[in-house]
């Protein structure tokens, strides 16, 4: 039994920041890869940032150099800081987490990802 609890979110303008957070409770074993992704409405899910077992993190280009993925293993919390966020941001922000090796966790679409946060918004206050 596994479930992500996620947290976080809420209503900004542009240029400003956000955290989200992520926890995973689960008896199993060390995941081998946790990512964050988000949907807009009317649009498809998208990989934000992933991480993998050892603590490399992979980014999407729209998001390099303003978000930062980080993980604690021992509390199996995933965080997401946002900053500088754009008007291409907003959306609903889902973790996601999956204990197989491959594929590897940066090339990883969502439909490769098992268990999956409630979901939370970020939306635009402008």
């Known amino acids: 039994q596994v479930s992500m609890v996620e947290t976080g979110g809420g209503s900004v303008q542009a240029g400003e920041s956000l955290r989200l957070s992520c926890r995973m409770v689960a008896r199993s074993s060390q995941t081998y890869c946790m990512a964050w992704f988000r949907q807009a409405s009317g649009k498809e899910r998208e990989g934000v940032a992933s991480i993998d077992k050892d603590g490399v993190p992979t980014y999407a280009e729209s998001v390099k150099g303003r978000f930062r993925i980080s993980q604690d293993n021992t509390k199996r919390l995933l965080s997401l800081e946002m900053s500088s966020l754009e008007v291409e941001d907003p959306a609903t922000y889902y973790c996601?987490?999956?204990?197989?090796?491959?594929?590897?966790?940066?090339?990883?679409?969502?439909?490769?990802?098992?268990?999956w946060s409630q979901g939370t918004q970020v939306t635009d206050s402008s």
């Open positions: 996601a987490a999956d204990f197989s090796r491959y594929p590897p966790c940066g090339r990883r679409h969502w439909t490769d990802f098992r268990y």
